[in-house]
């Protein structure tokens, strides 16, 4: 702040003041210190009382400390075509329930290639986390589980006011121990957009996709599976002088089913 209001000659940004390039390739070391307070650091904790299962548990505050270097390579701009990989270490240490600290790890890989009309995005995540895991499962304690992310889309470009684009998305949760269960989405879709005024476009999207679940036991527990179908219609701009934004409206059906596994493979119930 001190260096930033004696004049735009002070300012600089650390990122780029950090980096190093080597022939093509551009080096960006990383480094955060984040400080936070929490006033309920096990959130939706279940607690038993008599044998039967009670929500929430008692609120827990503690102060947060977390601890984020990491290094990314770069090849190309991020505005224009790259390619890029990049690795970040968070270590969390909590004041008070220091039994709860951990150590996280994310992986990230982006990638872009913008032709005359195509256009090529894609990234990339694994994640091997050990921190608190909870909220909507009842449950919020410190659980290992490597996550996965990966999407990708191709855009062309049919007109200079008219484009198309298909994609394809996946992501996984991997859980090292019950009773929390492991789950994939994988979706498809395609879209269009169109820019009818200088200031607004219009655009739409139909996607399919496919969720799966399966608890991590060896016992006959069941497990859900779904298929799912939709798609929206809407609009982004400025539809007035004074108004912008983004509006759209859409639909989407689920179908259930419901799967029992068992030690042999898995068997549709």
């Known amino acids: 702040g001190i260096l ?9 940004d650390p990122a780029e003041l950090l980096a190093q390039r080597v022939g093509p390739v551009v080096i960006h070391p990383q480094f955060a210190i984040t400080e936070r307070y929490d006033d309920n650091v096990f959130y939706s904790r279940l607690v038993t009382t008599n044998g039967i299962r009670n929500l929430p548990g008692e609120k827990i505050d503690d102060f947060l400390t ?14 224009d075509n790259h390619f890029a990989v990049g690795y970040t270490f968070d270590s969390l240490f909590y004041l008070e329930n220091d039994a709860q600290n951990s150590d996280n790890h994310t992986f990230l890989v982006d990638t872009r290639w913008e032709g005359k009309r195509l256009t090529l995005s894609g990234r990339d995540q694994i ?20 996550v996965f992310s990966d999407a990708y889309r191709i855009s062309y470009a049919a007109t200079e006011k008219t484009g198309v684009y298909v994609g394809a998305s996946h992501s996984a949760n ?11 989405d994988v979706q498809g879709l395609a879209g269009f957009s169109f ?19 399966e608890p991590n036991t060896t016992g006959g527990l069941p497990g859900t599976d779904a298929n799912f179908v939709g798609g929206f219609l809407g609009a982004e701009g400025s539809f007035t002088q004074r108004l912008t934004g983004t509006v759209k409206v859409g639909y989407e059906d689920r179908s259930y089913t419901q799967t029992t596994f068992i030690v042999a493979g898995r068997t549709n119930v």
Not at 4 to 12: C, D, V
Not at 132 to 142: D, E, K, R, S, V
């Open 195 to 213: 820019k009818a005024l200088p200031k607004t476009s219009f655009f739409g999207e139909v996607y399919y996709g496919h969720s799966s679940s």
């Open 66 to 79: 977390i601890v984020s270097p990491g290094l990314a390579l770069s090849l190309g701009r991020p505005e």
């Open 174 to 184: 991997d859980f090292a121990q019950p009773p929390y269960v492991d789950y994939t």
């Open 127 to 146: 994640q091997f986390l050990s921190s608190i895991f909870g909220g909507a499962t009842g449950l919020a304690t410190a659980v290992e589980r490597t």
């Open 4 to 12: 930033a209001a004696t004049g735009p000659a002070m300012a600089f």
